[in-house]
């Protein structure tokens, strides 16, 4: 799919992702602007990049907070400060994880496509 796109790179750096459009790509400005706007975890950087950030959620009505999180999490008696403090791995895999946000961009993405 992000070939079709025209994505030349895709990287990852912690909560950070980077999609990098070759000059080819055939995406409609006009759409992809209407979905940074919609979107907070998206920031478009000149001249081809997009920058989706895991730690912003697309729409505040899907936002979980860390004390939710932790709240939710098994603790075992005898844990350290430091496990207890200790940020989660997350899990590319769950839901609202990496696979499904940048699956659903591409899906976004992959709708303001230039056909012809």
Do not use: H
Request: glycine content about 8%; aromatic content about 4%.
């Amino acid at each position: 799919m992000s070939d079709r796109l025209g994505v030349e790179t895709l990287d990852r750096e912690g909560a950070i992702v980077v999609l990098k459009f070759r000059q080819d790509a055939k995406i409609d400005p006009v759409l992809l602007l209407k979905l940074i706007k919609s979107r907070k975890d998206l920031t478009l950087l000149p001249p081809a990049v997009l920058r989706l950030d895991l730690d912003l959620e697309s729409s505040p009505a899907n936002r979980s907070s860390w004390w939710t999180a932790r709240a939710t999490s098994q603790v075992a008696p005898g844990f350290t400060r430091a496990e207890m403090t200790a940020e989660a791995t997350p899990d590319p895999g769950v839901a609202g994880g990496l696979y499904e946000r940048l699956g659903g961009l591409l899906e976004q993405l992959s709708q303001a496509l230039i056909t012809g």
